[in-house]
């Protein structure tokens, strides 16, 4: 199978594991999936990159097109998979991603859930270049929280409404050109992304990075 491995600038990964091109490596497969059991990689070269934040946290990142062979995979959703056997097999170029190409993620992991007219609303306009103002994002934010609030007995509904609120936070953030709460914005992004895990995050990412419009009728199709 194909996927995609993040390392640091000097090809390590996390606790300083030495990768090398065109080797196999092998791990146990026991444990969860966030331990030395598994060997950790992603469906795609975006996610890699747009995870970074919540995973490996890597300040300058190197991405890789890897195999995993005949091993056993383990997975988390869409956000990122271990294996027991994997080899890289060519260095990619880094995809360049701005703050806007995180807040659009962002969004579509957010619309992939049930949200509020009001949301969807505030989303088109954010997404079309309508109105990206800070003020506009913030009545998005307080709208995305009360509906939150008014979820939280209802646990699935909540965890998207409480996911939506931080896409809207995290667009506020870029409005203020804060640096701070431009780190705030990258957070929120991925953990928008584990709302939207069972979605399709692939082309969700895809889509960001695109100057496409939302498609129509969100509240029933989502990103597609």
């Known amino acids: 199978m194909k996927v995609y491995k993040l390392t640091d600038q000097f090809m390590r990964a996390h606790g ?12 146990s497969g026991r444990g969860p999936l966030c331990t030395s059991g598994w060997l950790h990689a992603y469906v795609h070269p975006l996610l890699a990159v747009l995870h970074n934040p919540i995973h490996a946290a890597y300040p300058q990142p190197r991405v890789f097109e890897a195999t995993t062979g005949r091993g056993r995979l383990l997975r988390d959703g869409a956000m990122k998979l271990g294996a027991t056997s994997l080899r890289l097999t060519r260095e990619l170029p880094l995809p360049i991603l701005t703050m806007e190409h995180r807040i659009r993620y962002a969004i579509g992991c957010a619309l992939s859930c049930q949200q509020s007219q ?10 079309d270049g309508v109105d990206r103002s800070a003020e506009a ?17 209802r ?41 939207a895990a069972a979605g399709d995050l692939p082309r969700i990412a895809e889509w960001a990075i695109t100057s496409c419009p939302l498609p129509q009728r969100l509240e029933r199709e989502g990103i597609k």
């Open 16 to 27: 300083g594991f030495q990768w090398e091109l065109k080797r196999t490596y092998t791990a």
């Open 137 to 153: 994002a913030g009545a998005a934010a307080e709208a995305a929280w009360a509906a939150a609030e008014a979820a939280w007995a």
């Open 155 to 195: 646990e699935a509904e909540a965890e998207a409404a409480w996911e939506a609120a931080m896409a809207a936070r995290a667009e506020a953030a870029w409005a203020r050109e804060a640096e701070a709460e431009a780190r705030e914005a990258e957070a929120a992004a991925a953990r928008a992304a584990r709302a």
């Open 118 to 127: 009001d949301f969807i609303d505030w989303a088109t306009r954010w997404v």
